[in-house]
């Protein structure tokens, strides 16, 4: 399974403390039909927002996001069945662009129904020139470096009057394939000791992202591990910054974390999950200052430099913040992608936003995603399966079932099943031992946390891969054989 981490992009600011609005749940209803298109079945304030912020009429902004749906799905695909040389992707209007860098995978693209390119440099490739620029630069002069993988090159954002030194400084490196630009200001992390709805770090505010099992995740700059906070309750459990930028708090039995978002319109967004949306697809965030706004994605993985220190990973975007929205929420669709972290600009003239993918977040404080405006319920399992399994997982990693030496089959047909926790992409692979070497024969990868697998095959030994995509937590699953 193809992997797109990279880790590149730089910003320098101060850092400062921010809040999350109240998160309550509500479900979008369905309106009667009329001529002009139905919104109702969006998250309410959604649709007039990407009118507002995309510039799209409402019929424009109803399409928008059922293309870009379809094609985050194709992507993640693709992404998965590519074995190697996938240099990123891309959404131009309805189309969906895959990069890569061999004909082979080229052709497996095409064949999905999406528009192949054929690079140089492979995304892994750029990841790695994107550090080596970044270490190669002076980091007080570096605003952000980012893969563009719309142009297979790499991008360094610096301060007005440092183009200069920091190319010069490239150029010494030896280092190809990346721009240098400047920028009119350098980024900040977005805080504001305002009182306003939010929760509240001593005298300071931020947003809340997402409600987990027993709490939120924020942004980690917003306070550190043992600090409290009130409206909600609650006292940060994990906390990371800089180097990421997540925390974790845990409220307490008064309050009652919920799975939807403020959308500032009168209602919520129901949260449905965690998938990773496309580089441009479009997106919005929540929070406690400017309320609810949208753009687009531009990069993954970005390595922000702040005043305090570096945070890598970073999501990066054209969607407007400003102090006082740290913390808070990023989704695409329904389905939960970061908290804000920084940026620079503002709401009036427009600027450039940071996110912490929210997945790494919950992989790093244990806790689970929840979603549909309520708590979590883990699926009611493979009951019918012959034989039961279990366990729980990081992020990344993957085990073996019933063990990694596998079992013995009679010829015919092999069914499996998996069941993982909301918000999670958890895959299930069937495999077969020829000789010494395991090969996949069957395989549930879609974006779901729940796979089946069925396989008719000949008499031998097989085993079950538990592998996680995306997210972390406890599973269930079963099989049967012949």
């Known amino acids: 399974m193809r992997r797109t981490s990279f880790r590149a992009i730089t910003v320098a600011t101060a850092a400062a403390t921010l809040l999350a609005a109240s998160i309550t749940a509500a479900t979008a209803g369905t309106a ?15 649709v007039a927002a990407m009118e507002r912020d995309l510039g799209l009429t409402t019929a424009q ?24 040389g996938y240099a990123g992707a891309w959404v ?30 492979s995304l892994s490739q750029l990841e790695r020139l994107a550090t080596k620029a970044y270490r190669a630069a002076p980091d007080a002069k570096v605003a952000a470096t980012y893969v563009d993988v719309e142009s297979n090159s790499v991008v360094m954002e610096v301060a007005k009057g440092s183009k200069g030194a920091v190319a010069a400084a490239v150029e010494r490196a030896g280092l190809s394939a990346v721009s240098v630009v400047e ?5 900040r992390t977005l805080i504001n000791v305002i009182g306003g709805n939010a929760y509240y770090i001593g005298g300071g505010r931020c947003s809340v992202g997402f409600s987990v099992t027993g709490g939120f995740v924020t942004a980690g700059h917003c306070g550190s591990r043992g600090a409290t906070t009130t409206q909600p309750s609650g006292t940060f459990q994990v906390s990371s910054f800089p180097g990421n930028d997540y925390a974790y708090v845990n ?6 974390p919920i799975g939807a978002v403020n959308n500032y319109s009168g209602g919520t967004v129901n949260v449905a999950g965690s998938t990773q949306a496309a580089v441009g697809a479009s997106v919005c965030r929540s929070g406690s ?13 970005a390595t922000v430099n702040y005043a305090e220190g570096s945070v890598s990973g970073l999501i990066r975007t054209n969607v407007c913040a400003e102090p006082g929205d740290s913390g808070g929420s990023l989704l695409a669709g329904t389905q939960a992608q970061g908290m804000t972290s920084g940026g620079n600009g503002n709401c009036s003239s427009g600027g450039t936003t940071y996110f912490q993918p929210v997945n790494e977040a919950l992989s790093a404080a244990s806790v689970t995603l929840l979603t549909g405006g309520g708590g979590t319920t883990p699926p009611p399992g493979c009951a019918s399966q012959e034989t039961a399994f279990s366990g729980s997982l990081s992020s990344g990693a993957s085990t073996y079932k019933p063990s990694s030496s596998g079992f ?18 958890f895959d299930l692979y069937l495999q077969k031992l020829s000789g010494s070497t395991w090969s996949n024969v069957a395989q549930g990868i879609t974006s779901a946390p729940d796979e089946s697998v069925s396989y008719s095959g000949t008499a031998g030994t097989y085993r079950w891969r538990v592998l996680s995509y995306s997210g972390s937590g406890s599973y269930t699953g079963g099989y049967s054989t012949p």
């Open 32 to 46: 009667a039909g009329s001529d002009k298109p139905d919104v109702t079945g969006y998250a309410p304030g959604m």
């Open 61 to 84: 902004a109803v399409d928008r996001i059922k293309i870009d749906k379809a094609l985050s799905d194709k992507q993640h695909a693709i992404i998965k069945s590519l074995d190697k």
């Open 92 to 121: 131009d209007g309805s189309e969906l662009f895959v990069a890569v860098t061999d004909k082979a995978g080229a052709a497996e693209v095409r064949a999905a129904g999406a528009n192949a390119v054929t690079v140089d440099k």
């Open 183 to 187: 920028v009119a200001a350098m980024p």
């Open 251 to 256: 409220v307490g039995s008064d309050d009652t």
């Open 289 to 301: 200052t400017t309320g609810w706004h949208c753009g687009t994605i531009q990069a993954f993985n």
């Open 408 to 425: 013995s089959s009679s010829a015919g047909t092999i069914t499996g099943c998996l069941d993982g926790p909301s918000g999670v992409d």
